[in-house]
């Protein structure tokens, strides 16, 4: 179906900036919605933003003002540009896909059936 790829991911100090990147492959859907989500240990997976085929973006509270989530469709690649990063922010961070699909106000995990295998972010103080 789809296989995702996530790239980017490092250590920064708080305050810094990282650019996560999201290369797919596989089938190609008209209409879809593609994700980021993160996850700490001893947390739920949450959702960081998401944009659907469209160009329509929804973020987090804890995201908005500071992370972008964008796509390059010729590249077939997501990106979420994440500055002014805090402590807070350190996590596994996947991308996500669900095909024949509409992002909504509030994307949930279970709409996604593909998934990379993560990139991790770690931000000191």
């Known amino acids: 179906q789809v296989q995702l790829v996530e790239s980017g991911g490092g250590s920064v100090q708080a305050g810094g900036s990282l650019r996560l990147s999201c290369a797919r492959s596989g089938d190609d859907y008209s209409h879809y919605c593609m994700a980021w989500f993160r996850q700490a240990p001893g947390k739920e997976r949450e959702t960081v933003a998401a944009?659907?085929?469209?160009?329509?973006?929804v973020y987090a509270d804890s995201a908005k003002y500071r992370f972008t989530i964008s796509q390059d469709n010729a590249k077939k690649t997501l990106y979420l540009q994440m500055n002014s990063l805090k402590p807070e922010d350190t996590a596994m961070y996947y991308c996500a896909h669900a095909g024949r699909a509409t992002c909504g106000v509030a994307p949930r995990a279970r709409y996604f059936d593909n998934w990379g295998q993560g990139t991790q972010v770690t931000v000191s103080s």
């Open positions: 944009i659907d085929n469209a160009g329509t973006t």
